[in-house]
């Protein structure tokens, strides 16, 4: 197991960090320290160290600046009742970004660097992670390519970095709030042979014009259609997409390498399939989702990721109108594997499936 070298640091001052964690935000104020990883053909990663959070200093020139190498990764550190710390999962976070880096021609970080590091982080900053109704700290995981040149190849420096950020609701506000989703049809995320299936900036790049064009018509989300016939939806951004029919079954999307396979997606399915649902993986064509939310046949329709859990979407709208899913509201079985899952994370009701990890 690597060792994690942990530099000197200054902390902020606690009343400082009070004041954050009383009132955290989404992904907009960081903790004390960062993990960092270099990379080079010589010595591949080395000089493993946990050093006090600051900017980086690079050369104009380096490859991420161009070409965005680069890859990335969200998980979250849950704090239980006791006090213990918790992580969710996090092996298959450390798989996931092998892939990414695989796909971005990125060296292959191991997932027992990837997990120490996040372990070490998270003790060293164990005052950071917030206590309040579904607040964590949510870490950010990323590797990208320094190398000084502007030849198209890939890069022989590389970073790895892991950030952390105490978090509440990624929607702000309070309880669950349903979205209303904006259908791209002149904006595609990933494309077959593309990047879809890696976490990586380039795909989230792609996707903010599309972002743009929600927000101009009221939705607060995108949701994109395959790239090659625009006809079947795929998935939002940045969370996968479910249906529940009014006959119990639970549909997502199957993966393809335009979708990200989400870490809360297969939880999700896992946790439908064990309370006695019909879990379906298939193309889901857009045409009929929007007849299934007319008639009825369609009740629930939820978006799920790390960042904002389970969230019931409201209604999809294209340039041909708006199709509101039921009346609008969270439907039950979105609210019971809303639940469900978050008393896992926290720690509120057993975890069958070893998916909690306790770091502190
Ligand atoms: C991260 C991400 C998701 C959700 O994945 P989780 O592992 O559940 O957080 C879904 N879609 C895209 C495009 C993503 O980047």
Redesign the pocket.
């Known amino acids: 197991m690597a060792d994690f070298h942990l530099a000197p640091t200054t902390r902020r001052p606690q009343a400082e960090r009070e004041a954050i964690l009383a009132s955290p935000g989404f992904g907009s104020n960081f903790s004390d320290h960062m993990v960092l990883i270099d990379w080079n053909p010589e010595h591949g990663w080395h000089d493993h160290r946990i050093v006090g959070y600051a900017p980086f200093t690079l050369d104009p020139a380096s490859a991420v600046f161009h070409y965005a190498q680069e890859a990335f990764e969200?998980?979250k550190a849950y704090a239980h009742e006791d006090g213990s710390i918790w992580r969710f999962r996090a092996d298959v976070?450390a798989t996931?970004f092998q892939r990414s880096a695989r796909r971005l021609a990125l060296p292959e970080l191991s997932v027992d660097d990837f997990l120490t590091g996040i372990d070490r982080l998270v003790e060293v900053d164990r005052d950071w992670v917030p206590r309040g109704a579904e607040q964590s700290l949510y870490l950010r995981p990323f590797m990208f390519a320094h190398s000084a040149f502007l030849a198209v190849k890939p890069s022989t420096s590389v970073t790895y970095a892991v950030i952390a950020s105490p978090s509440g609701a990624y929607f702000g506000g309070s309880g669950v709030q349903p979205v209303k989703i904006w259908v791209s049809r002149d904006f595609s995320?990933a494309a077959p042979g593309g990047t879809?299936f890696a976490?990586c900036g380039g795909?989230?790049a792609a996707s903010m014009v599309a972002q743009q064009e929600a927000e101009a018509a009221g939705c607060s989300q995108v949701a994109f259609l395959d790239a090659v016939e625009h006809r079947y939806v795929e998935?939002?951004?940045?969370?996968?997409l479910f249906a529940v029919t009014a006959d119990g079954r639970v549909i997502t999307p199957a993966l393809t390498d335009s979708i990200?396979e989400?870490?809360?997606?297969s939880a999700v399915l896992r946790l439908a399939a064990d309370a006695g649902l019909a879990v379906e993986e298939s193309r889901l064509p857009q045409q009929e989702l929007h007849r299934g939310i007319d008639d009825g046949s369609i009740r629930e329709v939820f978006a799920?990721?790390?960042?904002a859990i389970i969230t019931p979407v409201a209604s999809f709208t294209d340039p041909d109108g708006t199709h509101t899913v039921a009346d609008g509201q969270p439907g039950t079985t979105t609210l019971d594997l809303r639940q469900q899952l978050t008393e896992i994370q926290y720690g509120r009701r057993p975890d069958p499936y070893g998916w909690m990890h306790r770091i502190v």
Do not use: I, Q
């Open positions: 969200g998980l976070n996931r995320r879809g976490k795909n989230y998935e939002l951004g940045g969370m996968n990200l989400g870490v809360t997606r799920c990721g790390t960042a």
